[in-house]
């Protein structure tokens, strides 16, 4: 088995050190998250961070890099406090992955790849138009996480749309139905496939 301490990790090359990093947390969710700012103009961005908080009330969190650059999704939610979720999947992953790109404020993501927006239910952020799973959100909180400068995103889903027949009886979506992506590090994509569907677990007797 490969090992690294500490002290290897932090000699090792900046982008050994982010792609190792970055994987060795496992698979991540894959998200594109639309915004629009206070003067209409759209945003669409690819998050892995995008994590589940909490049911009841319903909360979703993502975490933003340190806001030492611009980061246009960052400042569209604080300004605004509305935003969507769309899952990514076979269909649009490297469309998705080129949101990540630094344009300019004045340029959408939208325009520069193949990716629509689309408008439902009065929500003023652009949802991405085919997503399997499309999620209305209200910013709630924030915190700054002071060990890195990164920004936990607090926010309560107003809204879930949810194609086809992936919802099931018992409110379990089934993501491999959709081909929904996950993300291996910054760059791999993969399309995880559903094995079982375990019952809840009493302690053994
Ligand atoms: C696979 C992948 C996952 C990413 N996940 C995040 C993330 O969770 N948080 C974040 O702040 N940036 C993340 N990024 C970087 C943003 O997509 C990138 O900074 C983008 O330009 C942000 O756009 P914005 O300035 O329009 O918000 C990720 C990039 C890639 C390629």
Same mark, same amino acid.
């Given at each position: 088995?490969?090992?690294?301490?500490l002290k290897?990790?932090?000699?090792?090359?900046?982008?050994?050190?982010?792609n190792?990093?970055n994987?060795c947390?496992?698979?991540?969710s894959a998200?594109?998250?639309?915004?629009?700012?206070?003067?209409?103009q759209?945003?669409v961005?690819?998050?892995?961070?995008?994590t589940h908080i909490?049911?009841?009330p319903?909360?979703? @969190?993502f975490?933003?890099r340190?806001?030492t650059?611009?980061?246009?999704?960052y400042?569209?939610?604080?300004?605004?406090?509305?935003?969507t979720?769309?899952?990514i999947?076979?269909d649009?992953?490297?469309?998705?992955?080129?949101?990540?790109a630094?344009?300019d404020q004045?340029?959408?993501?939208?325009?520069?790849?193949g990716?629509?927006?689309?408008?439902k239910?009065?929500?003023?952020?652009p949802?991405?138009?085919?997503?399997?799973?499309?999620?209305?959100?209200?910013?709630?909180?924030?915190?700054?996480?002071?060990a890195?400068n990164?920004?936990?995103?607090i926010?309560?889903?107003q809204g879930?749309?949810?194609? @086809?027949?992936?919802?099931?009886?018992d409110?379990?979506?089934?993501?491999s139905?959709?081909?929904?992506?996950?993300?291996n590090?910054?760059? @791999?994509y993969?399309?995880?496939?559903?094995?079982?569907?375990?019952e809840y677990?009493?302690?053994?007797?």
């Amino acid at each position: 088995m490969a090992y690294f301490n500490l002290k290897q990790i932090q000699e090792l090359e900046h982008l050994y050190k982010i792609n190792l990093i970055n994987s060795c947390s496992g698979f991540k969710s894959a998200n594109l998250i639309g915004t629009k700012s206070t003067k209409g103009q759209e945003n669409v961005a690819v998050f892995s961070s995008v994590t589940h908080i909490g049911s009841n009330p319903p909360l979703l @969190g993502f975490f933003c890099r340190p806001t030492t650059v611009t980061r246009h999704t960052y400042d569209n939610i604080k300004n605004t406090g509305v935003y969507t979720i769309n899952h990514i999947n076979l269909d649009n992953f490297e469309d998705a992955h080129h949101t990540s790109a630094k344009y300019d404020q004045s340029i959408s993501e939208f325009d520069m790849t193949g990716l629509e927006s689309e408008y439902k239910d009065n929500c003023k952020a652009p949802f991405v138009k085919g997503a399997p799973i499309q999620l209305e959100m209200k910013f709630v909180e924030e915190y700054l996480i002071k060990a890195n400068n990164t920004i936990l995103v607090i926010g309560e889903i107003q809204g879930l749309h949810i194609n @086809g027949d992936l919802l099931q009886d018992d409110g379990f979506i089934n993501l491999s139905k959709a081909n929904i992506a996950a993300i291996n590090g910054l760059d @791999g994509y993969t399309i995880p496939r559903l094995e079982k569907r375990l019952e809840y677990q009493r302690p053994r007797k």
